[in-house]
């Protein structure tokens, strides 16, 4: 079946008002921050909150970069999770071993192969591209050539493909339009005050785009069918 749908996750939430603005604005996921570098590291107090507040709403993702098993597992005690998501150098055995579908982080530099990604980490979810920055994991607001992102047009598997990196309201739409994404995923492009700080306004108007870029999707495949 082809995909109508661009998914849409607002990752970096750290309030409850935020999260509660994901979901008003009809986005599919939210991510919460676990990496200790992270500028929107969130306590497991209000992350708590945060997931019971959205559960059966929202998709809750957890994001992780090389954690210990046992920070994992702590955040799942606490946490109603629903996707895993690792930026470091974690291996397909070590993402798929918590017992929850994971998405797996690639920074791109150059252009990407989607079986090389597939075959490197078979029991991945998804996998979310992002820009490369030296010495940074993810969340740095750059965008990557979308000429790297790789052919995925007419294949047949469940493996679902999500971009990220410098995408913005004014942006989005083109993104979908161009790169025809599973999903895309947002944090300082729909900030406001500051980073970790959501700008409701932004979300909504950033979800209204990307369904907009769909709809124009529909229409031109259905003026393909009628010719």
Same mark, same amino acid.
């Given at each position: 079946m082809k995909k109508t749908t661009t998914r849409i996750k607002i990752c970096g939430i750290t309030r409850l008002p935020d999260a509660a603005a994901v979901v008003a604005a009809g986005a599919d996921a939210l991510g919460l921050m676990f990496a200790d570098e992270s500028s929107r *590291? +969130? #306590? *497991?107090?209000t992350a708590e909150r945060i997931g019971r507040s959205v559960a059966g709403d929202v998709c809750v993702v957890a994001v992780f970069r090389d954690p210990a098993p046992d920070? &994992?597992? =702590? !955040? *799942? #005690?606490r946490v109603p999770v629903d996707l895993l998501q690792f930026h470091g150098d974690e291996a397909d055995g070590f993402c798929a071993g918590f017992g929850l579908p994971? /998405?797996?982080?690639?920074? +791109?530099? @150059?252009? /990407? =192969?989607? #079986? +090389? *990604?597939e075959r490197t980490y078979p029991q991945a979810r998804w996998h979310l591209l992002d820009a490369y920055v030296p010495g940074q994991a993810g969340g740095t607001g750059r965008r990557f050539d979308w000429a790297y992102w790789p052919e995925l047009r007419g294949r047949s598997t469940d493996v679902r493909y999500a971009l990220c990196g410098g995408l913005t309201p004014e942006n989005v739409g083109e993104a979908v339009r161009v790169v025809r994404p599973d999903a895309v995923d &947002?944090?300082?492009? !729909?900030e406001g005050?500051?980073?970790?700080?959501?700008? @409701?306004?932004?979300i909504r108007?950033? !979800?209204?785009?990307?369904r907009a870029a769909d709809d124009e999707a529909r229409e031109e495949r259905q003026r393909q069918a009628e010719r």
């Open positions: *590291l +969130v #306590d *497991l107090d920070r &994992v597992r =702590q !955040v *799942l #005690d994971y /998405m797996k982080a690639h920074r +791109v530099r @150059a252009p /990407m =192969q989607a #079986d +090389v *990604l &947002v944090s300082g492009g !729909v005050a500051g980073r970790g700080i959501k700008d @409701a306004d932004r108007v950033f !979800v209204d785009a990307v």
